[in-house]
C-alpha cells in the first residue's frame, strides 16, 4: 500500500528522505524577541545561533497547527502516520491529533495514525525510518502501529550539553545553579524517561568527562545491539559527534550509527556544542 510520514521539524530528515515524496517535514516556527524563523529548509543555523546567544531571554517555539496537519493528511497515500515531539514537552502531538479529526470531518476515514515520539530531535528520525522499514516489510497498518510503538516503548535519549544557557533561560535550572554549574565547568547528562520528560542522569566537569559518561550509560542499557540503529545530532560540532561515534563504537558493534545535524527546534535546545544521542 502507499504510505507517508509526516515529521514535525523537530525531528531531523536525513537528506534522502528529504527528496523522498514518502516524507514530509511540518515545521515549528520559533521567535526570538519577535524574529520569526520557520524551521524548514530556509533555517540558518549559525545566525540563530547568534540571535539566541545575544537575547537575555528564551526564544518561544510555536507547534504546527492542526490545519497544517490535515494539509499534510490530505494525500493520496492509504496509510498516513505522523511523528511528532514528545507530548510531554510541546503541543505537536496535540495538534496532530486535532488535525486527523479534522481530516476525518471533512474528507471521511483514512488510516491515520499519529505516534508521540516521547523524545525530539533524532529520536523522531530513528521512529520515522522504523515505519518506513515497517511498510516496505509489507506490514499492514495495525501491525505498523503495534510494531512502532514497542520500539518507541525500548528507545533511549540521551544528551550532553556544552552551554547551560537554553535551561536557565527557560526556567529549568534556576541562575544560581547556572552560574555554578558554569563557574566549576559543571556540564549535566541529561536523559528520557518513559514518560517523554527530560531528566538529569548525571554530571562531571568538562564536556569531554560528560560524554564519556553519557557514552558509559549507553553501553550499558543497550541491548541486542547488533540490531540497533543509532542517531547522533549536534549542533554545530560535527567532529565531537564524529568522536563519539567512535567512541561508541570501540565499545560495542551496532547496526548503524546516522549522524545529523540539528535544526532549528533541537539547535534551540541542544545549543551551540550540544550532543544528542537516541538509540
Do not use: W
Not at 493520496?76 to 486527523?100: C, I
Not at 514518560?195 to 564519556?212: E, H, M, P, S
Request: some cysteine; overall charge negative.
Amino acid at each position: 500500500m502507499s504510505y507517508k510520514i509526516v515529521v514535525d521539524s523537530c525531528g531531523e530528515l536525513p537528506e534522502r528522505c528529504k527528496k523522498d515524496s514518502h516524507f514530509e517535514s511540518v515545521p515549528l516556527v520559533l521567535d526570538i524577541d519577535g524574529h520569526f524563523v520557520v524551521d524548514d529548509d530556509t533555517f540558518e543555523q549559525a545566525d540563530f545561533l547568534k540571535r539566541v546567544a545575544e537575547s537575555p531571554n528564551c526564544p518561544k517555539s510555536s507547534c504546527p497547527s492542526p490545519e497544517r496537519y490535515m494539509e499534510a493528511y490530505d494525500c493520496d497515500a492509504e496509510n498516513v502516520y505522523a511523528v511528532t515531539l514528545s507530548a510531554e514537552l510541546s503541543g505537536s502531538y496535540n495538534s496532530a491529533e486535532l488535525g486527523k479529526r479534522l481530516y476525518e470531518e471533512e474528507k471521511g476515514e483514512k488510516n491515520i495514525y499519529v505516534f508521540n515520539s516521547r523524545s525530539a530531535s533524532v529520536g523522531e528520525t530513528l521512529i520515522a525510518l522504523k515505519i518506513e522499514e515497517c511498510e516496505k516489510a509489507g506490514m499492514s497498518f495495525p501491525e505498523i502501529i503495534e510494531t512502532v510503538e514497542d520500539y518507541i516503548e525500548t528507545q533511549h535519549t540521551y544528551f550532553v550539553l556544552e552551554s547551560l544557557e537554553a535551561l536557565r533561560k527557560n526556567g529549568r535550572l534556576s541562575n544560581l545553579k547556572a552560574f555554578v554549574a558554569n563557574a566549576l565547568n559543571i556540564k549535566p547528562v541529561m536523559g528520557s524517561t518513559p514518560q517523554g520528560t527530560i531528566c538529569q542522569l548525571d554530571q562531571a566537569r568538562g564536556v569531554n568527562r560528560a560524554l564519556k559518561k553519557m557514552i558509559d550509560y549507553i553501553v550499558e542499557n543497550l541491548k541486542d545491539p547488533a540490531e540497533k540503529v543509532l542517531a547522533i545530532s549536534h549542533c554545530n560540532c560535527p567532529e565531537r559527534a564524529e568522536l563519539v561515534k567512535k567512541a561508541i563504537l570501540d565499545r560495542v558493534s551496532v547496526k548503524e550509527i546516522i549522524i545529523l545535524d540539528t535544526a532549528g527546534v533541537s539547535s534551540l535546545y541542544a545549543s551551540d556544542g550540544g550532543i544528542i544521542v537516541v538509540v
